[in-house]
């Protein structure tokens, strides 16, 4: 993933809490960040020209866009329209269900969405998520 990208995307979010959970949502996650449909569709890098400062890129994701990119139904597995439905609503604060959005995750991805709710809350310092090993079934064992 381009790191100019992330830097712009973290420079833009710094300070909002909600902003920077659905961001951090979308970095972890990886798949959307990569796409150049939903890049061009949704995501702005502020010209150089235009910054305050120039050496602190700030990249906007449009929410509302990203909300329409998935009524329009882009192509997308069930988990990556479930981590950018939960991220659009961290974003712009529309609701989201969260019955529907969670089941399917795998581990890695139930464990960056526990991530974002932990960082909208503002309690990053206090909580933190850590995802353990996996343990096979039994019959999967070698012993």
């Known amino acids: ?15 909002l809490s909600a902003d920077r959970a659905a961001v951090e949502l979308l970095i972890t996650h990886e798949s959307w960040l990569a796409r150049p449909d939903f890049l ?31 009524v329009d139904e882009l192509p997308a597995s069930s988990s ?20 529907d959005a969670l089941v399917g995750l795998d581990a890695t991805n139930a464990a960056a969405v526990a991530t974002a709710v932990v960082t909208a809350a503002q309690a990053e310092t206090r ?17």
């Open 80 to 99: 990556m329209v479930a981590i950018l439905r939960i991220a659009v609503s961290l974003g712009t604060g529309e609701p989201v269900d969260l019955r």
């Open 40 to 70: 061009n569709r949704c995501v702005m890098e502020t010209p150089v020209e235009e910054l305050l400062d120039p050496a602190r890129p700030i990249t906007t994701i449009n929410w509302d866009e990203a909300f329409w990119a998935l």
């Open 127 to 143: 909580v933190k998520v850590t995802l353990a090993p996996r343990k096979l079934p039994d019959w999967l064992r070698e012993d």
């Open 1 to 15: 993933m381009d790191s100019r990208l992330i830097e712009g995307l973290r420079n833009w979010a710094d300070g």
